[in-house]
């Protein structure tokens, strides 16, 4: 009942009808007064509250638009370092595509190989057979010449088949100062990229770019080219239906026709083709087909 101020309290007190009336509207009104002025206080009291109130939450969003920046600027971190992870998983499935198609260009490589080595060895061989004719055309007149002489046919044939066997190593320890190691053995491997298990057909041997490789044995190059899979590499036919393949080299030193010794320089190696390193990539070929070197293969002085 907070009214007009206290000209209305003064109507009210003058409007009395009695002295006894004026004494209890008088108690009335400053019980009202009391009233109002309690009231007054609460909504004061109050009003300091709010304010307080109001403070606080001012406070609470400038706190909550600080986070918010913060999460803004986190949110674009997050968004770059997305970015960067799909191109980085990008280049990984072109390497890997990559690495798929280089193997692949290395299986028909190999198999061209394989078709070159009997085309070119049943050539050789038909004409071997022709000379070898002729040989023995010749020894046998020899031999009724020289019928004293006690070497049988026999004993000739055996002794040129050693010398013909007679291997040499195909990297020296003298050119690198330690035994070249092998980097990745014949047969089945188990592809770090590609998470499948692929034939190796050779041995690799790692030493540095430059390092001469050897002819394993007598023979006749039958290739001496670059491909894309086996970078420059050499092909020895040593007769029997066994060649040797010799690749990644920086350089052939040979040409197709040529015929090499045992132990002569015929390559240097280098990382040529596919390859992550310098290597020798040493294959040794059974009428064609790569077998395991390693029965066959010489390495150090
Ligand atoms: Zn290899």
Known sequence: MYMNGS????????????????????????????FDNNLLNEIKESQKNIQKKKQSIELKQKELLSL??????????????????????????????????ILEKEVEESNRIKEEIRTVTEKNF??????SKKHSEDRIKQESRQESKQESRQEVKQKSKQESGKRAAILKTSDT?????????F???????????????????????????????????????????YGNYVVIDHGDGISTLYSHNSSNLVSVGESVKAGQ????????????????????????????????????D
């Open 177 to 185: 100062g330690y035994s070249p190691v092998i980097t990745s053995p």
């Open 68 to 101: 918010k920046a913060e999460l803004t600027v986190k949110q674009n971190e997050l968004k770059k370092a997305n970015i960067e992870k799909q191109s980085y998983y990008d280049s990984i499935n072109e390497d890997l595509v990559n690495t798929e198609k």
């Open 126 to 131: 038909s004409s071997d057979q022709d000379n």
């Open 187 to 229: 047969g089945m491997r188990f592809h770090p990229i590609l998470k499948t298990y692929k034939m190796h057909t050779g041995i690799d041997y790692a030493a540095p770019n430059g390092t001469p490789i050897y002819a394993m044995s007598d023979g006749k190059v039958i290739v001496s080219r670059y491909s894309n899979s």
């Open 265 to 300: 320089a015929v390559a240097e190696m280098g990382e040529t083709g596919y390859a992550t390193g310098p290597h020798v990539h040493f294959e040794v070929r059974i009428n064609g087909e790569p077998v395991n070197p390693e029965p066959y293969v010489i390495i150090g």
């Open 7 to 34: 000209g209305s309290y003064l109507d009210v007190l003058l409007s009395s009808e009695s002295f006894s009336d004026l004494i209890s509207r008088f108690y009335i009104i400053s019980k009202i007064s009391e």
